[in-house]
């Protein structure tokens, strides 16, 4: 895909915002639209224009992609009555990279064959940081020679680009990703409370686990987060209780069981239950302090 290939972007969230920022500064002619206006000022400035509609940006679009909530989201922006695939062009190429079920993606793929709309799904693991940073994992599903024709524009955002299939397969990654993402902080959570009731010092058991054998990349980036006790959402915890019903839904339909999942799902629902549930979902750490009887069981 040519750099003047004329990209259209839908969502301006937390994610949303920093790729579309990337897309512009790597060159891509860039037109967003956000359901709420506010949130397209900072691209504004930095030189994208806003579309009035997202009907106008989908009729302007060769590529239009969308990072957006869900599966309401996506169907509403995608297949509403008045959603984009009602105005974009035979031949454009739609693109989602937002974290939904293959159910809701699989309706979409139906939609975009009749209207002769190419559809790739690409969900990316990585958060904020890297959303900012340009260097996400990016893997697609979908037709192959599309994908290859948008390494530029993948290369915008990420660091490591995979095509892992011709149909869900991207769908079914990101959400068994997120599972271990979720599960992780739920086994750090009770580690922690387990050190921490055995006396250990805090900032020193942190820093002995994120140089241990069960180290990882995740455990790495949530160091100063659970040093500082600082649960500014990165991914807030409703969003992962989002993504535990997406795996739990699809697992149940395929008759796949998940019991791992299925306990830790529940903890999201404390979370909620008590306050937790805007707040990064690494401050898991701070029910299950709050449930061994620690009075830091909140962020300090
Ligand atoms: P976010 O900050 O909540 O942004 C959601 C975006 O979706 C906003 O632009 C919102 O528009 C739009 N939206 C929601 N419902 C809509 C609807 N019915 N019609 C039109 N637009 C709608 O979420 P985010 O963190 O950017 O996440 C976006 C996606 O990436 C999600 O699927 C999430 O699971 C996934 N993801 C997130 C992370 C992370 O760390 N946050 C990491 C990887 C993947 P308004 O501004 O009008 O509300």
Redesign the pocket.
């Known amino acids: 895909m040519a750099n003047n290939t004329k990209i259209g972007w ?8 920093p790729m579309a920022q990337n897309v512009l500064q790597a060159g891509f002619p860039l037109q967003v639209f ?3 206006r ?2 397209t000022q900072a691209i504004e400035s930095a030189g994208a224009t806003v579309a009035e509609s ?1 009907s106008d940006l989908a009729r302007w679009s060769e590529t239009l992609v ?5 599966d ?2 996506l ?3 995608a297949l509403g009555e008045d959603g984009v695939f009602a105005h974009m062009p035979a031949g454009a190429l739609f693109i989602d ?4 079920s293959p159910a809701m993606s699989v309706r979409v793929a139906a939609a975009a064959a009749e209207k002769d709309i190419a559809y790739l799904r690409a ?6 940081g890297l ?1 900012t940073a340009g260097t ?1 994992t990016i893997f697609a599903s979908g037709p192959k020679q599309k994908y290859n024709e948008s390494l530029a524009l993948f290369g915008a955002m990420g660091g490591s680009l995979f095509h892992v299939g011709e149909a869900e397969e991207a769908r079914f990654l ?1 959400l068994a990703i ?1 599972m271990m993402v979720g599960i992780t902080a739920g086994m750090m959570a009770e580690a922690l409370t387990l050190g921490e009731k055995g006396g250990l010092d805090w900032d020193q058991m942190i820093e002995i686990i994120s140089s241990s054998a069960v180290a990882s990349p995740l455990i790495n980036y949530k160091v100063d987060t659970l040093k500082n006790r600082d649960f500014t ?4 915890a409703w ?1 992962m209780a ?2 535990f019903n997406l795996a739990l839904d699809t697992a149940r339909e395929e008759s796949i069981p998940l019991p791992i999942t299925a306990l830790v799902r529940q903890h999201w629902s404390a979370m909620e239950a008590t306050g937790r549930g805007e707040m990064d979902f690494f401050a898991y750490v701070t029910l299950m302090e709050q449930l061994s009887g620690l009075d830091s069981g909140s962020d300090k």
């Open positions: 839908i969502g301006l969230g937390m994610m949303g915002e956000n359901r709420s506010e949130k997202a969308t990072m957006i909530s869900d309401v989201a169907e509403a922006v990279m937002s974290t939904v969900p990316v693991s990585g958060s904020i959303a996400l990101k997120n959402p990165a991914f807030p969003m989002k993504d």
